[in-house]
């Protein structure tokens, strides 16, 4: 018995859609790094972008528990003294909220080449619209998931 290992050949990319509205952070987070991962799929290997490209919804509308919309990210300028912070809840009302669900993704995805060209499959929108309907998107419900998925508005 040998061990499979996929090629490009043997990779089937697939387009799922997941509405954000009411679901967890983290949770969706979850799910979306191991799809874009493809760890969902038998043929997983490891060194090969075998995930599938996801579109993520309403990512405005997304769920944050606790006290975590308090909670800062911080980025650097590359210029001395140039730390920058800004709460959840600041980037969630601003001008892009999507970037709250994209660093969540990013920092579930391992740190490498790789990872970064996995993100490249992840397209994420603030509100209801995308641009993708050609592809034929699958639906993928993550609030009947798990009753945890879901959460009231704070």
């Given at each position: ?139 993928l419900d993550v609030k009947s998931m798990n009753s945890k998925n879901t959460r009231v508005a704070n």
């Amino acid at each position: 018995m040998k061990t499979f290992s996929a090629t490009p050949a043997d990779i089937e990319k697939k387009w799922i859609l997941i509405d954000a509205e009411g679901v967890v952070l983290g949770r969706l987070a979850s799910i979306v790094a191991m799809r874009l991962r493809g760890k969902h799929k038998a043929s997983f290997t490891p060194h090969m972008d075998c995930g599938d490209n996801v579109i993520i919804i309403n990512a405005d509308k997304v769920q944050i528990t606790g006290n975590k919309r308090q909670e800062n990210f911080y980025w650097h300028t590359g210029h001395p003294g140039g730390i920058k912070s800004r709460t959840k809840q600041q980037i969630l009302e601003g001008a892009h909220p999507e970037r709250v669900v994209i660093q969540a993704v990013k920092r579930m995805l391992p740190g490498n080449r790789l990872s970064r060209q996995i993100m490249t499959n992840l397209r994420v929108y603030a509100g209801a619209e995308h641009s993708h309907e050609a592809q034929q998107p699958e639906v993928l419900d993550v609030k009947s998931m798990n009753s945890k998925n879901t959460r009231v508005a704070n």
